[in-house]
């Protein structure tokens, strides 16, 4: 296992709280709130996205703050972090660490490199959404701090799960010398008990917990099916 950052203070839950512009929950307070139970609840740190939710749950609990901006660039699939416009933003609000996307499409390795850098001028930390082993390899050596599994099954040459990627816990907890975060279709308490027994040394869970309408979705689609 690697050696585990001095940012969290223990191994544990990350909680995602986020709401895009088209969701009933986003604005106001709401993702703030959400932030504020998760601590209680006992969550070790925060994953956000947006200079506005990165400022307000900063305001609102003192857990370490993972922030990421959703920009979406015509042409391009890069969504998470694409620029350095957003890495600034993100810093400027208060993130302890910087969240983007480090996959191998469109050239993207061979630029987050200075992405990178401007994370750790100002202090901050870098987790790396991968895909794969080899992208998660890629971005320890260019010095992530942290490597998650957030982007596998979002690339199409990634493994398509309906559950985590157990298989890509165990090899990059194996072999890099990085913390890795579980991150992905962890629908369950279990879900995120078998991402620990694969290795992660942290796990994010976002839309099981903070997004009512994909749960609900869960279930009237269960129950539609019992029922015909």
């Known amino acids: 296992m690697a050696n585990l950052s001095p940012i969290f203070r223990r191994r544990g839950l990350i909680v995602s709280a986020q709401a895009l512009e088209d969701e009933p929950l986003h604005g106001g307070d709401t993702m703030a709130k959400m932030a504020q139970a998760a601590k209680a609840a006992g969550a070790i740190g925060i994953r956000t996205n947006g200079v506005y939710d990165i400022r307000a749950i900063k305001a609102a609990v003192d857990l370490p703050v993972?922030?990421?901006?959703?920009?979406?660039?015509?042409?391009?699939?890069?969504?998470?972090?694409?620029?350095?416009?957003?890495?600034?933003?993100?810093?400027?609000?208060?993130?302890?660490?910087?969240?983007?996307?480090?996959?191998?499409?469109?050239?993207?390795?061979?630029?987050?490199?200075?992405?990178?850098?401007?994370?750790?001028?100002?202090?901050?930390?870098?987790?790396?959404?991968?895909?794969?082993?080899?992208?998660?390899?890629?971005?320890?050596?260019?010095?992530?701090?942290?490597?998650g599994t957030t982007l596998s099954g979002y690339t199409s040459y990634s493994e398509q799960l309906e559950g985590p990627d157990l298989n890509l816990l165990r090899r990059l907890s194996g072999e890099l010398n990085i913390p890795v975060i579980a991150e992905g279709r962890i629908w369950t308490p279990e879900d995120a008990v078998a991402a620990l027994d694969a290795g992660a040394d942290y796990v994010v869970v976002g839309s099981a917990i903070t997004r009512p309408q994909l749960i609900t979705a869960r279930y009237v689609k269960a129950i539609r099916q019992k029922l015909g």
Do not use: C, W
Not at 81 to 89: F, G
Not at 99 to 108: C, I, L
Not at 124 to 147: C, I, N, P, Q, R
């Open 66 to 147: 993972i922030g990421l901006i959703k920009r979406v660039i015509p042409g391009s699939d890069i969504f998470i972090t694409p620029t350095a416009e957003e890495v600034s933003a993100i810093l400027d609000a208060g993130a302890e660490i910087v969240a983007m996307d480090v996959t191998n499409r469109e050239g993207r390795l061979d630029a987050v490199a200075e992405l990178f850098a401007l994370v750790h001028e100002q202090g901050a930390a870098v987790m790396a959404d991968v895909s794969t082993y080899e992208e998660g390899a890629a971005a320890a050596k260019l010095g992530a701090d942290f490597v």
